[in-house]
Every structure is written in C-alpha cells, then in structure tokens.
C-alpha cells in the first residue's frame, strides 16, 4: 500500500530542496544499536532515511543518513530486509515492489514499464 500524500508533504518539508520524491516507504530497524521506524525516501539525488515519532511511523521528525542517488537499495533479504551502509532495515513484503521499482529506475530503466498517462 502506498504511503499517503500526507506522508510525501511532511518527508518533502524535512528534506527541502533533495529532488523530487520518487519512492518512500516505511521501515524498521532492530539491532545492536537499538530499534526504531524509518521512511526510507527515495528522490532525484539522494536516498535519505528519516527517523519517525516513536507511536507515528508517519510522522519523520529528521533525517539519520542519506546515500547518492547511485546506492543500490537490494538485494531483497529475507525478512524482507535491505542494507543501507552498516544498517539493516525490514519492510513489510507489499514494499519489495517499490525497492525493486527504485533500484530499476537507476540500474535498469530499460526494464520499468511504460508511464500509462505520460501526459499528466
């Protein structure tokens, strides 16, 4: 299920001028250094994980890291999880499109389908 465009707003006025947003999705961090629910933003120039209130996963209160635009997000790990640096982030399985879909968009653009409203 995509995240709302309420979502997109409060991630786009946190992150100011990164691009345009292309992907976002809600993840979770456990692991020795503690656990936690992150939107990993996906835009134009950067990938940037964004920390979110404790009881609002959709709300991001700052950004913990951001990688180039050029940083792969796969493979899908079991779980299914993805590595950002020395970071582990799971995410609900309907997401492993949107990963997928971010990672073709730079890597393989040849094998995303065509836009069926290009006019819009």
Known sequence: MPVG????????????DQG?????FPAFS?????TGNFLVVVTDTVISVLVTR????????????????HTRLGPILPGPAIELGAMAF?????????VSA????VFAPETLPPDPLPDL
Do not use: K, N
């Not at 465009?5 to 100011?16: F, H, I, P, Q, Y």
């Not at 799971?90 to 949107?98: G, H, I, K, S, W």
């Not at 971010?102 to 968009?105: C, K, L, N, P, R």
């Open 90 to 98: 799971e995410f609900d399985e309907e997401y492993a499109a949107v």
């Open 30 to 34: 456990a692991g020795p250094s503690g």
């Open 102 to 105: 971010a990672d073709a968009e």
């Open 20 to 24: 345009e947003i292309h992907y976002v």
């Open 5 to 16: 465009s309420a979502v997109r707003d409060r991630c786009r006025t946190l992150l100011g």
């Open 54 to 69: 404790t009881l609002r996963s959709d709300r991001p209160v700052s950004v913990l890291v951001e990688f180039p635009r």
